[in-house]
Each structure stands twice: as C-alpha cells, then as structure tokens.
C-alpha cells in the first residue's frame, strides 16, 4: 500500500448536520484537519405554517411559526447520505455525528417521543406541532413571566438582562396550557427540537446544557420553583416536574449511540458517537476560532445571533442570557440576538419590490438582492434620507419585545426601492451596534467581531457593518458554520479530541479582519446612528406604544 493509500484510510470522519429554519444540511468533515469534504441539503417539505396549517387549510392567528417534526427525520434519511455519497467517503470511516438546531423550537410529545401533531386526533390542532423559534404569539404569557420574576425578586432574572423572550420555553409552554388545556394534559415531554433529534438517532432523551441555560431558565442547577409557577398559573405548578426535567448532557460528550434504525436512515455504522444536541450559533463559535474573551460571533441568517464568552459573571440588560459554559467549559457564555435580519432583506423583496427590478436583475444574470445591492453600494452614506427600525419580526436584545415592528422614516416621492433596501441593510447594522455598545458599557467588552452565516457572502453589507461598528470584521472560511461546529462536537464526543477548544483549534477556520471600517464612511453612520437610537428608544422604551396598540388592534380586528 502507497503512503498516500495508507494516510487515507487512517483517515477518520465525522457528521454535522445543521437544521435551520427552512431546511436542514448535512456535512462530511475530515476529523485530522476540519476539511469539509460534502454535503448535501433538503428543504423542508412543509416549510414553516405561519398562515396557514397545512393539514386542515385553518388560517392561524398572527404571530404564529409552526413546523412538521417528520420534516428533521427526513433530513437524516436524505441529506446525509447525499453528502456521504458526495465526498465520496467510506460510511464505516465516520466516527461521530453531531447535530445542531435553531432555538427555542419545541415539540410537545408522547412519553415515548411521538409528536403529537402525529397522533390522528390532534392531527387539526395546531398546538400539536413544532413551535418554530420565531413563534412570538406568547408575547402576553413572556411579560407575566417577566413581571412575577421582577416582582418576586426571582434571582434568575438578571441572568437574562431582566426580560425573559415569548421564543422561549416557559412562555410557549404557558401559551399551551392557557390555550389547549386538553393538549398540554396529553403531553408528557416538552421537548427542545435540538433534543428531539437526538432522541431520534439515539433512543436517548438528553436534555443540551445549552438551551436548558439559555432558553430553559436553568441557572446553579435549579429551574425556576413551583410557588412561582403556581403564582403565574395555578395548573402551571408542576411545568417544570412533569414536563420539563430531564437529564442534562454537557456540550461536547456523547448524549449516546447511533441506533440501529437510524443507522439505517443515514446510511452511517451503528454505534457511533452521536453528540449532545445545540444550538446553531452556539456551535459556530468553536468553528471560527471564536472562543476566547472579547470574540463575539455573529451567526447572520435569517436572524442574527450574537454569542461570546468572558471569564466574568455580569448582568448585561436585555441579554437573552448567560449560561456557565453555555459555549464552551470553563467560560461563562453569553447570548444576544437579533429576531430578524435576513428575514427582513426577504420579506422586502418579496413584497415590496416592483416586477421591472426582477426583469434588470434576470437580465444582468444577478440574483435580486445583488441586483438592489448593485445599485446602492456606490451611493453616498445618507444620500437616501432614511433611516429604518429592524423590528418587523419584534426585537430581541435589547428591548425583548416581539410587540415592536418595523419602521422606514424619511421616504418622499422621489424615494427608490434599492434605497429602502439599503436602509434596512443599514438597520441591522445598528441593531447590531446597540448590542455591542450595551455589553461594552456593561463591563463585558466586545474586543474581536467575527461573523459566519450565509449574509457574511454580501460584501457590501459586510463592509456595512464594519463602518457602523468601527470594528474590523473577520469572517469564517467556511459557508456551513453550524454544521461545522456539530462535526467538531461530533469528533470530541468520539474522542478524537480532549475538548471543543481543541478540536477548534484544529478543525475551525476564520479569515482576521477581511473588513475594516472607512473613517469617512463611520463618521456618517454615527450621524444616521444617533438617529436611528432616538428612534429605537422613542418606539422601543415607552416614549409611544403606538406599535403595540397597533398588534392588539389586528389581533381583535382578525379574530
């Protein structure tokens, strides 16, 4: 046998399959170097049911994301062995998988794991399903949850800048309760989809550290108590006993084996190491280096994440939380965000964007956000007279508050599309300074900015951020953060490594400072900022509640 036939097959790899909002994705990753050598994707059969629920045609009530849990399992069935198929590996070479998920997506199920969306009877409820992380509609149940804790005392509730989020566990738990009493009876697991997943290649249910930190409420080993939960809803009491606890596996060890059925599914050997589940930015952290103090990642998609650790326990106001080693062990991680980034970009050009623009931008063979970015990178900072508020999906750091919505202030009669496509552009970015800005006032400084996520492709949104930050940005070599983050997890629950750190060190990739700011350019942004922060605290601190007359106002006129 040759040297290069020898090398190869001590070669050893590992599985990272990423489930984000619409569609899930699986990628091979050499253990020895992170190489990531295929992968594969299936979008999902029934999307997310934010209208609509797809088996009855029933119309939903507003501020509703639903998902179909068989949809995760298809993705085991059809993206991994796509992307085994592709890199053109031995299936018996893999030593591990590792899974990550967006947060907080739950499913409510049996006590054997069965959704119950899958049991006939509640096949028309729409309670019975997935509820997506952007499910706000348990905003009323989050600002009781938020108030008893403030008015108790609750010591819980400065770890999480002092708003618990309706994207979160207890709040979407509540909803079920106060809305499907019958429902929530039924349920015996209210289940992480993160977990879920797990449970499914493994026959294991092991809660993550993660999202029992962050989105669960578990802080110094204990949930919040059961007079609390019982002063928020008498039925409530037991939440936490009957339907929550569970075991808790930490980030990087094995939650347990792949099953012989799944092994079947995903085409991988029996046995393998199957990871504790996580979170998709949480596991990007590792993949781009960004572990240390200081390094906060950005994981910009569809919504934007804000993850960094410190060696230090402070409060930071309307953080969305901090978890002792919520990223990696040893670190107190900390997790901020933003409820909708590249949502927004979408949402504008799906339904704001005249036919002529589609028809330029076909005939330039560009796709329509690089055809709108084309036409607005050159312009000037400011020459649009705009300025916009990111809120169309609510605001989750720092106000916390899915009540919020979108604004564009500045339009006149001669005002372009790609002008407001800009301002929103330019309005993430300010979201994302306020986030910054709060953490460093808060004694837990920013030092390094690292972004992974598909909007790290644009370029010129980049350098945006990079002039509105005044902050260098450093980008991950890679396009599949998450999933190359989970195949990290992966190796290190294999025991290819001792930990995360290290197996980062080796398998992560980052690009420094592909991005630094033009002085010119900041000096204007700060200009637009301080516009943009009299604006975000007007709407977003009391000074008008007009966005949330205007929610309760559809809610009553759809009912």
């Given amino acids: 046998m040759t040297d290069q036939a020898e090398n190869q097959a001590a070669e050893r790899y590992v599985i990272g399959v990423d489930y984000g909002t619409l569609s899930g994705r699986a990628v091979v990753v050499r253990v020895s170097d992170g190489a990531e ?18 088996a009855t045609g029933k119309r939903l009530p507003p501020d509703w994301a639903l998902q179909v849990p068989q949809d995760y399992v298809d993705v085991l069935k059809s993206a991994v062995p796509e992307a085994v198929k592709i890199a053109g590996i031995d299936s018996a070479d893999v030593i591990g998988i590792g899974t990550d998920f967006t947060a907080c997506t739950m499913v409510p199920t049996l006590a054997d794991g069965t959704p119950l969306n899958e049991l006939p009877e509640f096949a028309d409820r729409p309670h019975a399903y997935v509820k997506l992380w952007k499910h706000h509609a348990a905003q009323a149940q989050a600002d ?273 599309t790609e002008e407001i496509y800009r301002a929103l552009f330019e309005a993430t970015a300010f979201g994302t300074r306020v986030i910054v800005e709060t953490f460093n006032a808060s004694g837990v400084p920013v030092t390094e900015f690292i972004v992974a996520g598909g909007l790290q492709k644009n370029p010129f949104l980049m350098q945006t951020y990079s002039n509105v930050l005044r902050m260098p940005i450093s980008t991950i070599a890679s396009d599949q953060g998450p999933a190359l983050g989970s195949a990290i997890h992966a190796a290190v629950a294999a025991g290819a490594y001792p930990d995360v750190q290290a197996a980062g060190q080796v398998m992560g990739k980052v690009n420094k400072n592909v991005f630094t700011p033009d002085e010119k350019a900041a000096q204007a942004y700060d200009r637009l900022f301080a516009e943009y922060r009299e604006l975000h605290d007007y709407f977003g601190r009391g000074g008008n509640d007009v966005m949330h007359r205007l929610r309760q106002l559809k809610r009553e006129a759809l009912a």
């Avoid at 050598?37 to 797809?54: E, F, I, K, N, R």
């Avoid at 997790?335 to 005939?363: C, L, R, T």
Wanted: proline share 4%.
């Fill in 144 to 416: 009781r949850i938020t108030e008893l804790a403030a008015s108790r005392g609750e010591s819980w509730l400065p770890r999480y800048g002092g708003l618990i989020s309706s994207e979160w566990e207890f709040a979407k738990g509540l909803q079920l309760l106060e809305e499907d009493p019958e429902l929530y009876d039924r349920m015996d697991h209210w289940v992480e989809a993160a977990d879920w997943i797990i449970w499914q290649l493994t026959g294991e249910y092991v809660r993550n550290a993660c999202t029992a930190g962050y989105k669960g409420i578990y802080q110094d080993g204990e949930y919040p108590n059961r007079d609390y939960l019982a002063a928020l809803n008498p039925d409530f009491a037991d939440f936490v006993e009957s339907k929550l606890e569970h075991r808790i596996g930490q980030l990087g060890d094995a939650a347990g084996r792949l099953s012989a059925e799944a092994a079947a599914w995903t085409g991988l050997p029996e046995g393998i190491a199957v990871a504790v589940g996580n979170v998709d930015a949480h596991v990007a952290a590792p993949a781009a280096r960004g572990v240390l103090p200081g390094q906060m990642v950005a994981i910009m998609g569809t919504s934007t994440c804000h993850v960094m650790n410190s060696d230090k326990l402070v409060e930071v106001p309307g953080m969305c939380g901090v978890v002792d080693g919520g990223i990696v062990a040893g670190l107190y991680g900390y997790e901020a965000g933003q409820s909708g980034v590249g949502d927004i970009f979408a949402w504008y050009v799906k339904n704001q964007v005249p036919s002529a623009y589609y028809e330029a931008a076909e005939e330039a063979d560009l796709s329509i956000h690089q055809y709108l970015t084309s036409l607005i990178e050159d312009q000037p900072v400011g020459a649009h007279g705009l300025v916009a508020l990111d809120w169309q999906s609510g605001n989750r750091s720092v106000l916390v508050d899915h009540e919020l919505s979108g604004v564009v202030l500045g339009t006149t009669l001669t005002t372009r």
């Fill in 37 to 54: 050598l295929g992968s594969a994707v299936l979008d999902y059969p029934h999307a997310v049911m934010d209208t609509t629920l797809a």
